[in-house]
């Protein structure tokens, strides 16, 4: 593992703002690195306000889909809220399904099967729409690339309002209304809105004309912020201002579906790190094991005993998940070692048994402890389907495009991909995808990175600066949770492992005459020895705050230690 310091930022710039803020060289280090640079950024950056949110009008479509829903409301039709499986789907899901149900009741809600129909909008959905008399679908975070399935939907009568945040095509779809900011002649000024983010977005053009204002919205807040820690788009500008009210409503008057899921942690504030690790995986764990059906009927239900049932259930899918997780990633491991491939440029693995909900987590997994690009293959009907995930830098995506003659199907970015192979055609993928990684992929990529934000000693983490960077949150990309290199550290001599095998390791360091911070590093039990004694290390950590019983203290939160 290599760390590396981020670049100098502009000297000048963190002069100025700490002189204007009053802040430590430290802070205003950190602030200058995320894009603040005077007293109106960082008044934006510590206090967002829902007022500065854009106008949903300044969307393209966004005058059409408001009309046309109106329309049918006027005119009795029956609408269908169709969404993508996932936590940004199923949240845009109920999010409008529930928005609308409150002063309109014909409302239906669609999620397809991801076994069945897979991802997008399906003939299946757009069947059902037609059987049941539907005549108005609105369907998030997903559309943008159905062209042929828009088409089908017109021919049987019913009309399309597509809300995405995925890039467009060459063609847009012929619906009604397309709603997502990334269409090329869109002047929306914000890009970076995850489906649920572009649904609100509908409810808040909708709510303007009921004559209701943004604080009568704030309440569905809870899901638009799960949607974005979920989908890792960028937290920041408007994303940041609907995370950070969405997480205020997260913790202190969630839907009852949300609360059913937090009463099973010993939590009193959760994060968004809290909500990426344990909110959202029992969401995914629906569509994953079962169905995306049971998250919508979770978040849209408002007796908090039945939602406390809905949670259980999803809870016991969350584990089958977990099960099939660590089973399939030891047996890919296995495989690994059993065909001397632990020094090859990629890791590609197959097993006609392996859940197919879960082989994009496992490929996550393998990376792990095999540091390189990696799919994961089973078995999907006559063909074989996989979920490729890759490492900083290197584009899995075009690599797969090297590899096209023995693909039947693939779609994708740079960093995660599915596609489909016949089963015949996988020796052949798998000899050229090494290839093509072994020609392309360099040192540096090779090796996994840790980027450090600012070198630091222990003291200079007062009350007041701890309390700032407090304040920083909530954290995600564009505004990541800074990571700290402290030079010469010791532990105390209260130095032990955890954990079941000893894997893990708590210390208690200190620089000189500094205070002690405890801190736990999981996966490194074997640094106990060499850091016994008093012996010093440099150490690469991010701070977290961690609970016991009523108390809240700050923990470094390792990533990385050498001995020195």
């Given at each position: 593992m290599r760390w590396s310091l981020k670049q100098d930022c502009d000297i000048q710039a963190v002069h100025q703002l700490k002189k204007t803020l009053n802040v430590t060289t430290l802070i205003a280090t950190l602030l200058v690195q995320r894009g603040v640079k005077n007293y109106n950024d960082a008044k934006k950056f510590f206090r967002p306000q829902l007022a500065d949110l854009y106008d949903p009008y300044l969307m393209k479509d966004m005058q059409k889909a408001v009309k046309r829903i109106e329309n049918a409301i006027e005119n009795k039709e029956r609408i269908l809220v169709f969404g993508d499986y996932d936590v940004d789907g199923t949240t845009a899901v109920s999010l409008m399904s529930a928005y609308l149900k409150s002063f309109y009741k014909d409302v239906d809600t669609y999620i397809p099967d991801r076994y069945l129909e897979g991802y997008g909008i399906s003939t299946q959905g757009i069947e059902y729409a037609h059987d049941n008399e539907i005549t108005l679908i609105i369907a998030l975070d997903c559309g943008i690339k159905s062209i042929d399935k828009i088409e089908y939907a017109n021919q049987k009568g019913i009309d399309f309002i597509i809300?995405?945040?995925?890039?467009?095509?060459?063609?847009?779809?012929?619906?009604?209304?397309?709603?997502?900011?990334?269409?090329?002649?869109?002047?929306?000024?914000?890009?970076?809105?995850?489906g649920c983010g572009v649904g609100f977005k509908l409810i808040q053009a909708l709510a303007a004309n009921k004559g209701e204002t943004i604080e009568d919205l704030i309440p569905y807040l809870d899901l638009v912020a799960t949607a974005i820690a979920a989908d890792i788009v960028p937290i920041v500008d408007e994303n940041r201002i609907l995370a950070f009210y969405g997480l205020q409503v997260i913790n202190q008057n969630p839907r009852p579906g949300i609360l059913a899921m937090k009463?099973?942690?010993?939590?009193?504030?959760?994060?968004?790190?809290?909500?990426?690790?344990?909110?959202?995986?029992?969401?995914?764990?629906?569509?994953?094991i079962k169905h995306g059906n049971y998250a919508v009927k979770l978040l849209t239900e408002f007796n908090f005993n039945e939602a406390?049932?809905?949670?259980?259930?999803?809870?016991?899918?969350?584990?089958?998940?977990?099960?099939?997780?660590?089973?399939?990633?030891?047996?890919?491991?296995?495989?690994?070692?059993?065909?001397?491939?632990?020094?090859?440029?990629?890791?590609?693995?197959?097993?006609?048994?392996?859940?197919k909900g879960v082989i994009g987590i496992v490929a996550s997994r393998l990376i792990e402890t095999y540091y390189r690009p990696t799919l994961v293959?089973?078995?999907?009907?006559?063909?074989?389907?996989?979920?490729?995930?890759?490492?900083?830098?290197?584009?899995?995506?075009?690599?797969?495009?090297?590899?096209?003659?023995?693909?039947?199907?693939?779609?994708?970015?740079?960093?995660?991909?599915?596609?489909?192979?016949?089963?015949?055609?996988?020796?052949?993928?798998?000899?050229?995808?090494?290839?093509?990684?072994?020609?392309?992929?360099?040192?540096e990529q090779k090796t996994e990175e840790i980027e450090i934000d600012a070198v630091v000693n222990f003291d200079e983490f007062d009350k007041k600066t701890l309390r700032i960077l407090k304040q920083f949150e909530p954290h995600g990309p564009g505004n990541m949770t800074p990571v700290f290199f402290t030079p010469h550290a010791f532990d105390?001599?209260?130095?032990?492992?955890?954990?079941?095998?000893?894997?893990?390791?708590?210390?208690?360091?200190?620089?000189?005459?500094?205070?002690?911070?405890?801190?736990?590093?999981?996966?490194?039990?074997?640094?106990?020895?060499?850091i016994k004694n008093l012996k010093p290390f440099n150490l690469v950590y991010s701070l977290t705050e961690n609970q016991w019983k009523d108390k809240v203290f700050v923990q470094l939160h390792v990533k990385d230690i050498k001995t020195i």
């Amino acid at each position: 593992m290599r760390w590396s310091l981020k670049q100098d930022c502009d000297i000048q710039a963190v002069h100025q703002l700490k002189k204007t803020l009053n802040v430590t060289t430290l802070i205003a280090t950190l602030l200058v690195q995320r894009g603040v640079k005077n007293y109106n950024d960082a008044k934006k950056f510590f206090r967002p306000q829902l007022a500065d949110l854009y106008d949903p009008y300044l969307m393209k479509d966004m005058q059409k889909a408001v009309k046309r829903i109106e329309n049918a409301i006027e005119n009795k039709e029956r609408i269908l809220v169709f969404g993508d499986y996932d936590v940004d789907g199923t949240t845009a899901v109920s999010l409008m399904s529930a928005y609308l149900k409150s002063f309109y009741k014909d409302v239906d809600t669609y999620i397809p099967d991801r076994y069945l129909e897979g991802y997008g909008i399906s003939t299946q959905g757009i069947e059902y729409a037609h059987d049941n008399e539907i005549t108005l679908i609105i369907a998030l975070d997903c559309g943008i690339k159905s062209i042929d399935k828009i088409e089908y939907a017109n021919q049987k009568g019913i009309d399309f309002i597509i809300c995405d945040h995925h890039l467009p095509g060459d063609e847009i779809p012929n619906a009604v209304a397309v709603l997502d900011p990334k269409q090329t002649d869109c002047n929306y000024p914000f890009k970076e809105l995850c489906g649920c983010g572009v649904g609100f977005k509908l409810i808040q053009a909708l709510a303007a004309n009921k004559g209701e204002t943004i604080e009568d919205l704030i309440p569905y807040l809870d899901l638009v912020a799960t949607a974005i820690a979920a989908d890792i788009v960028p937290i920041v500008d408007e994303n940041r201002i609907l995370a950070f009210y969405g997480l205020q409503v997260i913790n202190q008057n969630p839907r009852p579906g949300i609360l059913a899921m937090k009463k099973q942690f010993a939590i009193s504030e959760f994060t968004i790190t809290d909500v990426v690790f344990k909110i959202a995986p029992r969401i995914n764990a629906a569509g994953r094991i079962k169905h995306g059906n049971y998250a919508v009927k979770l978040l849209t239900e408002f007796n908090f005993n039945e939602a406390i049932e809905c949670a259980k259930e999803i809870d016991t899918f969350n584990q089958e998940r977990r099960v099939f997780d660590q089973q399939i990633t030891q047996e890919a491991l296995q495989q690994i070692i059993d065909n001397k491939e632990e020094n090859n440029f990629s890791s590609v693995v197959y097993n006609n048994n392996w859940h197919k909900g879960v082989i994009g987590i496992v490929a996550s997994r393998l990376i792990e402890t095999y540091y390189r690009p990696t799919l994961v293959f089973t078995k999907s009907g006559d063909y074989l389907a996989a979920s490729a995930r890759s490492v900083k830098g290197f584009d899995v995506y075009q690599a797969l495009e090297k590899c096209s003659e023995h693909i039947i199907q693939f779609g994708g970015h740079m960093y995660a991909a599915g596609l489909t192979i016949h089963p015949s055609a996988y020796q052949n993928f798998k000899q050229k995808f090494e290839e093509v990684v072994k020609e392309s992929i360099t040192t540096e990529q090779k090796t996994e990175e840790i980027e450090i934000d600012a070198v630091v000693n222990f003291d200079e983490f007062d009350k007041k600066t701890l309390r700032i960077l407090k304040q920083f949150e909530p954290h995600g990309p564009g505004n990541m949770t800074p990571v700290f290199f402290t030079p010469h550290a010791f532990d105390t001599g209260n130095a032990q492992t955890l954990g079941k095998e000893n894997e893990h390791l708590r210390m208690f360091v200190k620089q000189n005459q500094s205070q002690a911070f405890q801190a736990i590093a999981f996966n490194k039990g074997e640094m106990l020895n060499k850091i016994k004694n008093l012996k010093p290390f440099n150490l690469v950590y991010s701070l977290t705050e961690n609970q016991w019983k009523d108390k809240v203290f700050v923990q470094l939160h390792v990533k990385d230690i050498k001995t020195i």
